[in-house]
């Protein structure tokens, strides 16, 4: 079982910077992957950036260059640092982990969900 908690949404002009964050507990020994997804109103939740466990990081095409995810495994948090903040950047945002469970399946776990809103 895994709990994750993430924070540090807000409002931000266009332009602007946010650092998300994700605190993870729990047993961590089995993660496939880790990342953000977003989900604005009307619209479905896609990702934003993940870590692939041994296989490097994956961003989507609209915040290559203005996001970056990371990680600081002694304290088990998770971030996205957001950079030049455009208002198609409003939403919901949501830390994941993909799991391993015991017998073998895969389990996604979900932060609760932090807003981020860009004004023009």
């Known amino acids: 079982q895994l709990q994750l908690v993430d924070s540090g949404g807000g409002l931000v002009q266009a332009g602007g910077s946010l650092t998300l964050s994700c605190a993870v507990s729990?047993?961590?020994?089995?993660?496939?992957?880790q990342g953000w997804f977003r989900q604005a109103p009307g619209k479905q939740r896609e990702l934003v950036a993940s870590?692939?466990?041994?296989?490097?990081?994956k961003y989507a095409d609209s915040v290559k260059g203005r996001f970056t995810i990371s990680r600081d495994n002694a304290k088990n948090i998770m971030y996205l640092q957001m950079s030049s903040l455009k208002p198609e950047d409003t939403a919901v945002y949501y830390c994941?982990?993909?799991?391993?469970?015991?017998?073998?399946?895969?389990?996604?776990?979900w932060g609760q969900g932090t807003q981020v809103t860009v004004s023009s």
């Open positions: 994941n982990i993909e799991n391993w469970e015991l017998g073998g399946a895969l389990r996604d776990y």
């Open positions: 729990g047993n961590r020994v089995n993660i496939n992957a």
């Open positions: 870590i692939i466990t041994g296989g490097g990081t």
